[in-house]
């Protein structure tokens, strides 16, 4: 099937810096990405959807100032949480869809981020 | 507003068992339904897709149905097998829309 990664897995940084996590399609052109964040023992929540050099959608709630998405090849989404707060310590999935609106949606394994 | 819920929230089970996992959504108009399984931090593994044509759909042990009409999903798993334990997580698509709704998730442990 195919194959969706995300880096970096795990990664611990200090309030008010900003991170970023990339996430790649490896083995098919992803048109449209999905980023989801998830907080312990509750389901995922779609933070936001990018087709492939268009802005991002986002939810309502999210702060696309502070969550940046670009989605700037068929292979690459990156989502950058600027000013961190330990508040934004979570689990983030991005699932990728190759090109018809009807495609199954594949999912990284996800990135850890702790605020410090 | 879609709203997606899982019964049992959690699950404890001897190995052998045969499982059933519920999932009901609040709007039936959906475009599919999928069965994910999640490790503890670990990304999603999608299992099972029914598209809302469809009533089953089968992968070895497991097996998923839906019944659109009353808003239901069951995930039916048999023999389950120590390996079986993960959260398994319920999502649909509405028509015309991209996004998935995420259910609240089944915990399940199957002890040897």
């Known amino acids: 099937g195919a194959v969706v990664s995300q880096h970096p897995s795990r990664v611990i940084c200090k309030s008010g810096t900003s991170v970023k996590i990339e996430c790649r399609s490896l083995?098919?052109?992803?048109?449209?990405m999905f980023w989801y964040r998830q907080f312990p023992k509750q389901s995922l929540m779609l933070m936001a959807t990018s087709n492939e050099g268009s802005k991002a959608t986002y939810e309502q709630g999210v702060e696309k100032d502070k969550f940046l998405i670009n989605h700037a090849s068929l292979t690459l989404s990156t989502l950058t949480v600027t000013s961190a707060h330990p508040e934004d310590s979570s689990f983030y999935i991005c699932?990728?869809?190759?090109?018809?609106?009807?495609?199954?949606?594949?999912f990284g394994p996800g990135t850890r981020l702790t605020v410090t | 507003k879609q709203e997606v819920t899982q019964i049992p929230a959690a699950l404890s089970v001897p190995e052998g068992e045969n499982l059933v996992l519920n999932c009901s959504f609040t709007?039936?108009?959906?475009?599919?339904l999928q069965w994910f399984r999640q490790d503890p931090g670990k990304g999603l593994t999608s299992l099972l897709l029914?598209?809302?044509?469809?009533r089953e759909q089968t992968s070895g042990r497991l097996n998923a149905s839906l019944d659109k009409s009353s808003g239901r999903s069951t995930l039916y798993i048999a023999a389950s097998q120590p390996g079986d334990s993960a959260t398994y997580l319920c999502?649909?698509?509405?028509?015309?829309?991209?996004?998935?709704?995420f259910g609240t998730g089944t915990r399940l442990q199957v002890f040897p």
């Open positions: 083995d098919f052109q992803a048109t449209t």
């Open positions: 699932s990728a869809r190759a090109g018809t609106s009807g495609g199954r949606q594949y």
């Open positions: 999502a649909v698509r509405r028509v015309n829309t991209d996004k998935l709704i």
């Open positions: 029914i598209q809302s044509s469809q």
């Open positions: 709007d039936s108009a959906i475009y599919n």
